[in-house]
């Protein structure tokens, strides 16, 4: 990306699972929110790895003041970052013993994780997305483009077919949590979208929606990471 990038890394052995962030796109994000400590069990008994990036976020999906083309050069870079720099890291710290990564993420970051298993099922074959927002668009005041389409899970997947799809159901795993408490009611909206679609093109996934208690903040989301990522990672 033209830069240093931050990477937070927790554990000694286990299977790999990359987290990207919210909107602050800060790489201790996970960590000041207490979800490293809540997964720790998982994390000292070697069953996963956690590898935390930034992201540049403020440049791409919520780069306010850039047209929408340099905002789409940056998640590109950003993809590449990931694609051609992170997972290699990842495939030799950990000796590539394992299938596929898993990720995950709360928020923007859910949308990430959803982003990045729908177009590299060969990488990333679960994720876990907790309170997420998965249109895109609506961060770009009403602008459109061919590479916006395809970096906006709920514009490509109700076309998504063929080849490109059976990639996705043969590999793909998705869980998307949601709660009904304060703070989710936009998030609660496009789960529920993403759910639909996810089932109308038999993509395998787990929906669930949380009580009126569940808020979109860290107290909620440790409590649901510890719940889903012990499964994932049993």
Not at 135 to 147: I, M, Y
Request: hydrophobic share 40%; net charge positive.
């Amino acid at each position: 990306m033209g830069r240093r990038v931050h990477l937070w890394t927790f554990g000694d052995a286990g299977k790999p699972l990359v987290v990207f962030p919210s909107n602050a796109g800060v790489a201790h994000e996970w960590q000041k929110g207490g979800m490293i400590d809540a997964l720790a069990p998982l994390i000292a008994s070697g069953r996963m790895k956690v590898y935390c990036p930034e992201t540049n976020i403020s440049r791409s999906y919520s780069g306010h003041g850039a047209s929408l083309a340099e905002r789409m050069a940056h998640h590109r870079a950003y993809e590449r970052f990931v694609l051609d720099t992170l997972v290699p890291h990842v495939d030799a710290d950990c000796r590539a013993r394992y299938e596929t990564i898993v990720t995950t993420g709360c928020s923007m970051g859910a949308m990430y994780a959803s982003l990045f298993v729908l177009k590299h099922p060969e990488v990333f074959g679960r994720a876990l997305c907790l309170s997420g927002k998965y249109r895109a668009s609506t961060l770009f005041d009403g602008q459109s483009s061919e590479e916006l389409y395809f970096n906006d899970p709920l514009a490509f997947m109700p076309n998504l077919s063929g080849a490109a799809l059976e990639r996705v159901r043969r590999r793909v795993h998705i869980t998307a949590v949601v709660g009904r408490g304060a703070f989710e009611e936009g998030c609660i909206y496009e789960t529920a979208e993403l759910a639909h679609w996810l089932d109308a093109k038999r993509i395998p996934n787990h929906v669930a929606f949380w009580g009126k208690d569940s808020r979109h903040n860290y107290t909620w989301w440790r409590r649901q990471a510890v719940h889903y990522l012990g499964q994932l990672f049993g």
